[in-house]
Every structure is written in C-alpha cells, then in structure tokens.
C-alpha cells in the first residue's frame, strides 16, 4: 500500500488529490491548519487517513510532526506540496507586505519545510516522488500578481533543482502548474472572504476542477519510476496567453 503525504488536504487540489490516492487504496497523511475537514476524511477511509493538523509555516512543527508520524505512515512514497495561497491583487506599489509575507511563508518557505523533512526517507528508501504544486502564475506576469507569481515561480525552479541533487537517487520530482481552476477557495481568499468577487473571476468560462488536477497529479505519481516529469502545466481551453503591455501616450 502506497502512502501519501499531501498539504492542503482541507480543501480544494488537496482534498481531490487526498480522495483521487483513497480510490486507488493508498493510504494518506492528510495536512492542514483546520483539523475537521481531515476528521470527516478520516471517518470515511478508517484506517487509512492520518489527519495531521499542521501550519506549514511552522518550521518545529513541521519538523515535530514528521518524526512523530506512526510506522505504519512513515514510509512516504509521495509527497504532495499542495498547501497554498494568494492575497490580493494589488499593483506592487499599493500592495499590502503583510500579505506578501504571508504568500512567501506559505508557498516558499512553508513547502521547504515539508520537503526537508521527508526527503531524507526517501532517498535512504531509495524510491519517491515529490510533486509542487507551482502555478502558470509562476510562468506568465500578469497585473496584480506580483509576489504570488513570485512565489510559485519559486517553486517552479526550487522542484528543479531537487531533481539536479537528487539525480541517480530514486527520488524524483515535479512541478505541476495549472491555469484557472474553478471550485475551491483559492479566490476567496485571495480577496479576504469576498465570494462575489471570488466568483466573477470564473464567470463565464468553464475553468479546470480539482478533479481534473487530482487526477494530474495521480497520473505523475504513477509514471515508471525511470521517468521523471520535470513540469505539467494545464489550462482549461477557454484560457490561453495574452501578448506583452504598450503604454501609449
Ligand atoms: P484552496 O484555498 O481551496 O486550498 C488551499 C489549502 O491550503 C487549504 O487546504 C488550506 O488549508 C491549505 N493551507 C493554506 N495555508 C496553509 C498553511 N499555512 N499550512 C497548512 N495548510 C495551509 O486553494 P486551491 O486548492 O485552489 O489551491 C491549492 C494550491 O494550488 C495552492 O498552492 C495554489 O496556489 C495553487 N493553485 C491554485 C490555482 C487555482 O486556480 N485554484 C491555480 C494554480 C495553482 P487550511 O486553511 O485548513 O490550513
Ligand atoms: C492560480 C492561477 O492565474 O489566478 O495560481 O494566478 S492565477
């Protein structure tokens, strides 16, 4: 039985990707800030779900929670560094630092955390694969995005220079990046609990689902072990690229 490692496992990419591993047997430890989502996971997979309520940003406790985890879970085969987050969208002059230190504490420092703690397991195990969840935020500049591009720009180039220290070891790793996906509650927390908001950024279109990236994301983890996916990235069809900005007098 294969165990799973995801972060973000309360909700959205996380929680289809936590349900996408249960249907095929796998056994998870499921991460997040808010315990009952994980409870209620747990409840409908007894036996196979370790809820672990945890704030990545929390470099102890990331590290606590880790050496902690029961023997039948402590054998990660895949870690999936979901946990994640926008605020706001202000233009970088206006934009609020607390904000952007939070999205770095998160989306860097916090999949840092989690990725230094069990990557020692697996490369003494010899097999594993690691997938970040980046963003084609990380990719392609847009107005307002300015740290959480960032930010997953990040994780983009940190998921490949893994893959530079871990060559010839088993353990390989991917960044996956999606385009707009609809569903979860990435909007509304980007914009502070605004779901009017929140739900125009997806009128109109049909945006990938959680689903769609579960699915993504359990597709790379079951490659052969030769072959390593260095990048994914989706978008749903209604979304493609924009050229560059001219400011005309
Ligand atoms: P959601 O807001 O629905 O889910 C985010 C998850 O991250 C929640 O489970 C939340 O749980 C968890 N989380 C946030 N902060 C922390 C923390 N400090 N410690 C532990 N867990 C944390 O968003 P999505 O599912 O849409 O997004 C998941 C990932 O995908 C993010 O990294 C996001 O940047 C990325 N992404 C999203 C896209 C989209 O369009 N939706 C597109 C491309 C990438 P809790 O609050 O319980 O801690
Ligand atoms: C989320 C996609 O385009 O809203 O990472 O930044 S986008």
Not at 47 to 53: A, D, E, I, N, T
Not at 112 to 120: C, D, N, Y
Not at 153 to 174: E, K
Request: proline share 4%; charged share 15%.
């Amino acid at each position: 039985m294969k165990t799973i490692l995801v972060t973000g496992a309360s909700a959205g990419f996380g929680h289809a990707i936590a349900a996408r591993f249960l249907a095929d047997g796998a056994r998870v430890i499921a991460c997040a800030r808010r315990l009952e989502p994980l409870q209620e996971l747990a409840q409908r997979h007894a036996g196979r779900v370790l809820p672990l309520q945890l704030d990545v940003t929390d470099s102890s406790a990331v590290a606590g929670a880790l050496a902690d985890v029961p023997a039948d879970y402590a054998a990660i085969d895949v870690l999936v560094n979901n946990a994640g987050l926008a605020l706001g969208m202000a233009p970088a002059q206006e934009a609020s630092l607390d904000e952007w230190d939070r999205m770095i504490a998160t989306n860097c420092k916090g999949l840092v955390h989690v990725t230094r703690a069990v990557l020692p397991g697996m490369v003494a195990r010899g097999s594993g694969t690691v997938i970040n969840v980046g963003s084609v935020a990380g990719e392609f500049p847009y107005p307002g995005g300015n740290v959480y591009g960032a930010t997953k720009a990040f994780v983009h180039q940190f998921t490949q220079n893994l893959n530079a220290d871990l060559i010839g070891s088993g353990v390989r790793a991917t960044c996956i990046e999606p385009g707009l996906v609809g569903g979860t509650e990435f909007s509304k927390v980007r914009f502070g609990g605004d779901g009017e908001r929140a739900a125009k950024v997806y009128a109109g279109t049909q945006p990938l689902s959680a689903e769609d990236i579960a699915d993504a994301v359990h597709w790379i983890a079951t490659r052969p072990a030769h072959v390593t996916v260095n990048v994914l990235q989706l978008m749903p069809n209604c979304q493609s690229f924009s050229g560059t900005a001219i400011k005309r007098n």
